[in-house]
């Protein structure tokens, strides 16, 4: 029988991995390996749930990047020159905040937020900041 940290774990990696809905995740094979492929995974890395749920996502052959809080140096060095360059397909675990600092940047270049789950809850965790899992997509492809 599987311990809470074991179901919490598992629970929060399916969670986070199944947010793209309709898009298709490294890995996948079926009908579905056609449509756009979840590209870059972001995971506040001062949380060891997010760093177990970008594991799981590792493991299913996503690309992460890890930051402390701060999203600045992400955001100029990577971020930033790839989506001047084209929309992409992003996923994460992140505070409220940071998401909704990616979501304002996104937004700016033609992508938006096609979904976002509150981890927290879904873990019946207690906190002190709460975690997001969600994922960032060109409009054209999050439905709008």
């Known amino acids: 029988m ?33 449509a756009p492929k979840l590209e870059l ?13 970008a594991g799981a996502v590792a493991a299913d052959g996503a690309a992460l990047r890890g930051f402390s809080g701060d999203l600045t140096e992400l955001w100029r060095d990577e971020l930033d020159p790839r989506w001047r360059a ?30 976002r789950t509150d981890v927290t809850e879904l873990a019946g965790a207690d906190w002190t900041e709460a975690l997001t899992s969600w994922v960032i997509a060109p409009s054209r492809v999050a439905g709008a």
């Open 86 to 115: 084209a929309p992409m397909i992003l996923g994460g675990v992140t505070t409220a905040h940071a998401l909704f600092v990616l979501e304002t940047l996104a937004a700016d270049r033609g992508m938006r937020v096609a979904r």
């Open 41 to 53: 995974f972001l995971f506040d890395d001062r949380f060891a749930e997010a760093r177990e749920i």
């Open 2 to 34: 599987a311990n809470r940290r074991e179901f919490i774990q598992c629970g929060l990696a399916v969670s986070a991995m199944s947010l793209a809905g309709g898009l298709a995740l490294p890995g996948r094979g079926g009908a579905a390996s056609s």
